[in-house]
């Protein structure tokens, strides 16, 4: 691999190249999703998946893929390739292969005989649009070029089946069809940019299958819709653009909204363009919001996430003013002191006890990039919401005990971000003063006063003599002197002493009420137990409930999920604190974990940051393919060694 290119080798061995996905999204919420050799493994995958306003906001998938057909000498040479029971692929379009490049465009190669064909695929910016271009490189004879669309039409979290309510109607538009299989749904319009005959073979397609929805424990065979085929010559040399559309466009321009559409985009031949291509896919922009997607290609927006990743996705790339757009969308969300957690599918319609703090160190890296912005004048009157609903208890979740710290429990519901549940229990139960929340609280209290010194008397009389108060109680409370490091959490008299990473920001945060000597024997015990290749184990492996693969059915995923699975964003903490602590002479060790992510890029969904990772060696990427919070960790982490280096 010559950074995110495969050759034919790599290709044609399925285990390999289907186990690497690519997205692509417009920067809007919709993506183009599927595997390097363009078969799809899961129900999320799609040439164009769009949220619906009209259907509540949720992603559903129109256009599943797209075969394409080579023709000469009336023999039909198929490119395509599905999955069907018994491991039997057909048509075995993998075999023309030839090589597969990211670095712009998504670029697959094909060689049949003496035919050389070229397919490129592109998200239009802000546009439910995707376009893909076949360009014939090489060719003896006169050529063809068939393209047959495969219609879902369907919810992303759903599977589609063949059934007699579906309209296998379509109207003619230039150079192409529209085609609307439900109602309510809106006309999909698949047009080319010469003129196509399209050739009506209703056909429907029976159990197709996805592998990854099997091995996650889910429904995993589908039947999708082909209306017929798009046929037209092609010419050595000669490029033609398909294009699938929520809206009917012009086709004669879309030759050149390829080009220009290629031409804009950040090329992915580097570690670093990588991440920068990976974080504005994270950017959803509308007219009234703008917001930051968890992660592809399931997840919504979640408060939580956004205010972790805001730094490393906006502030790092120097686009301020996405930052503050994100930070006041999110405003609308807090009520009571608390933020509601997120919006579309695996959104919580209850607020998580950490989210308002996470909101408050956002505030706080911000003002590291913009330092002459005004933050208290801005938003001092949220974050005095913020902190006095935690101290007084009046959001009804959590609320400041005697010496100061928070506790925070609901019954039946996890209030952190270990948040698995299974059977209407947390796997993983947290009630009561728990470690991060505390070092959170602590680093919001004292960043708070500093804003508010010489512009809010009233606030600071109020709460000056708090933080010596949390300061004192957090060490007394969390630290373990025999142990040498934090407890997770604490409920009246029991104490949890596992070893997880949440302590690491006691270390990371600005203000911490730790002691040097402390910080240094946290990271110590993180390193030897937690630490790995991709990131920081959620529970050392010398505990008795850890679990070091995340796989299987979703109760078995939601078993691992906190208990031992690697998480990478924990890794910008843990070295933002072993940076606080060593220094420039703590580079070359941070330089080492930054470069092993180089490698990572080419798997998983390459060219961005996995979800979550196995604990056990060799940490495989699992869980979505492309992470928010994961991707931004890097961008900071390369932005510490920067600095540290100028």
């Not at 996905?21 to 999320?44: F, L, M, P, W």
């Not at 399209?198 to 099997?214: A, G, R, S």
């Not at 703008?290 to 290609?297: K, L, R």
Request: proline share 4%.
């Amino acid at each position: 691999m010559s950074f995110l290119k495969f050759e034919k080798s790599e290709l044609i061995n399925l285990e390999y190249s289907l186990s690497r996905e690519v997205i692509r999204s417009n920067r809007a919420g919709s993506y183009a999703s599927t595997t390097i050799i363009g078969c799809n493994t899961r129900k999320y995958h799609g040439l164009l998946v769009c949220p619906l306003e009209e259907m509540g906001g949720e992603h559903h998938v129109l256009l599943s893929t797209l075969d394409a057909t080579v023709v000469q000498h009336d023999k039909d040479f198929n490119l395509g390739i599905h999955k069907y029971e018994g491991d039997q692929y057909v048509p075995k379009g993998h075999k023309y292969v030839r090589d597969f490049d990211a670095t712009r465009g998504s670029s697959l190669v094909y060689r049949v005989g003496g035919v050389v064909l070229s397919r490129e695929v592109l998200m239009v910016s802000k546009t439910e649009q995707v376009l893909v271009r076949y360009t014939l490189l090489e060719a003896n004879s006169d050529t063809l070029l068939r393209l047959s669309p495969f219609l879902a039409f369907r919810n992303q979290h759903a599977l589609s089946k063949s059934n007699l309510y579906a309209n296998t109607r379509y109207r003619d538009i230039p150079n192409g069809i529209g085609s609307r299989l439900y109602e309510g749904y809106p006309e999909l319009h698949m047009q080319c940019s010469k003129a196509v005959e399209f050739v009506p073979v209703p056909d429907w397609y029976y159990n197709i299958e996805y592998m990854e929805e099997q091995k996650r424990g889910y429904e995993y065979k589908e039947d999708l819709y082909v209306p017929g085929y798009f046929e037209m010559p092609i010419k050595k040399g000669e490029s033609i653009v398909f294009s699938a559309s929520t809206k009917e466009i012009v086709p004669g321009g879309l030759k050149r909204k390829f080009s220009s559409e290629l031409n804009s985009r950040i090329p992915l031949d580097s570690f670093n363009n990588c991440l920068l291509n990976a974080a504005e896919q994270f950017i959803v922009r509308k007219k009234k919001s703008t917001e930051i997607i968890s992660g592809f290609p399931w997840f919504g927006s979640s408060g939580r996430e956004s205010f972790m990743a805001l730094p490393g996705l906006t502030m790092t790339t120097g686009d301020l003013p996405t930052s503050l757009k994100v930070i006041d969308t999110m405003l609308t969300r807090l009520n009571g002191g608390l933020f509601t957690e997120g919006s579309g599918w695996k959104s919580r319609a209850y607020p998580a006890a950490d989210t308002p703090l996470w909101f408050i160190w956002a505030l706080q890296q911000y003002a590291l990039y913009d330092p002459g912005f005004d933050i208290w004048k801005k938003y001092g009157k949220a974050i005095k919401s913020v902190l006095e609903a935690f101290r007084d208890g009046s959001c009804g979740i959590l609320h400041m005990t005697e010496n100061g710290l928070i506790y925070a429990a609901q019954e039946g519901r996890p209030l952190t971000w270990m948040d698995a549940i299974v059977d209407g229990r947390a796997l993983t139960p947290r009630d009561g003063c728990v470690v991060e929340i505390n070092a959170l609280w602590y680093n919001a209290v004292c960043q708070s006063l500093e804003w508010a010194t010489d512009r809010d008397k009233v606030f600071v009389e109020s709460w000056d003599s708090l933080p010596g108060l949390i300061a004192q109680s957090f060490v007394d409370s969390f630290w373990n002197p025999e142990k040498a490091y934090l407890a997770d959490y604490f409920n009246d008299d029991f104490k949890d002493m596992s070893v997880r990473p949440n302590q690491v920001l006691a270390v990371s945060m600005d203000y911490s009420p730790l002691t040097l000597e402390m910080k240094k024997s946290i990271l110590d015990v993180i390193e030897g137990e937690l630490l790995t290749s991709q990131g920081i184990r959620t529970l050392s492996p010398k505990n008795e409930a850890y679990k070091g693969v995340y796989d299987g059915d979703q109760v078995k995923r939601d078993r691992a999920y906190h208990q031992g699975t690697v998480w990478t964003w924990l890794l910008e903490h843990f070295i933002k604190g072993y940076l606080d602590v060593y220094k420039r002479s703590g580079i070359s060790r941070v330089k080492s974990l930054y470069e092993a992510f180089d490698e990572a890029l080419a798997s998983g969904g390459i060219g961005s940051i996995s979800e979550v990772y196995d604990g056990n060696p060799p940490n495989d990427p699992k869980g979505g393919i492309s992470q928010a919070t994961a991707v931004a960790a890097l961008l900071r982490i390369g932005e510490m060694i920067e600095n540290l280096n100028q």
